[in-house]
């Protein structure tokens, strides 16, 4: 077993505005990741706050959508799918400056390399692809996503090393409930994940 954010914190030195995933979980038995967007500006919505939070209010829903039973973020988690943030500090304006990429990047980057069995990388949203795209083009020197809309790229199978990687919609915040077609792209998405990861 292993606490994320300490496990991060042993490679990065912590920043009081750089929010981590508080929680123990045993990396191995991790098989998807899913990449959200931001934090939120209250930690208590955010996937492993309270068990009301907000980002949940979108994302049980989601994964509902797609056929997996859940109802909760500890029977995601036991499904072998582990959620995060792309932007590890609370968005100021409506649009995510370049600062708040570089300062969250090398947390995002220590944080998925802890998860040896992952299987698929789902990127829910063009900020998550942007943040994905800069860490593994320092190690590959280009883009693992093709700068094309996600809508153009859902049904080709792209890879980084063994990982399949899946660039999807947003699946929080308001706007996803008014966006009927992005939610049941993204709810296809999860299903195909779910499959991946569950031969």
């Known amino acids: ?14 920043d ?4 981590l995933n508080d929680i123990t979980i045993d990396p191995l ?14 930690p208590e919505n955010d996937f492993y706050g309270s068990e009301d939070a907000a980002y949940l209010e979108s994302t049980i829903p989601l994964f509902q959508k797609a056929g997996i039973e859940v109802t909760n973020i500890q029977e995601i988690l036991e499904h072998g799918i582990y ?4 932007i590890k500090t609370p968005k100021t304006e409506t649009t995510i400056d370049n600062a708040a990429i570089e300062r969250s990047l090398p947390y ?3 944080e998925l390399a802890l998860f040896p069995n992952v299987k698929v990388i789902i990127l829910m949203g063009d900020v998550a692809k942007k943040c994905f795209n ?8 280009k883009n693992a996503v093709p700068a094309i ?29 008014i966006e009927k077609s992005k939610v049941q792209m993204a709810a296809e998405d999860l299903a195909i994940m779910f499959e991946i990861i569950s031969d």
């Open 16 to 19: 009081d505005q750089i929010r």
């Open 108 to 110: 995002l980057e220590t």
């Open 134 to 141: 800069r860490i593994t083009k320092k190690a590959t020197k």
């Open 29 to 42: 038995s991790i098989k998807a990741i899913m990449i959200n967007e931001v934090v939120p500006a209250y």
């Open 1 to 14: 077993m292993m606490n994320i954010k300490q496990e991060i914190e042993k490679k990065i030195e912590a």
């Open 149 to 177: 809309s996600t809508y153009k790229l859902r049904h080709s199978e792209l890879f980084y090393q063994t990982i399949r990687i899946m660039p999807s919609y947003i699946m929080t915040g308001k706007n996803i409930l």
């Open 83 to 86: 959620i995060t943030n792309a």
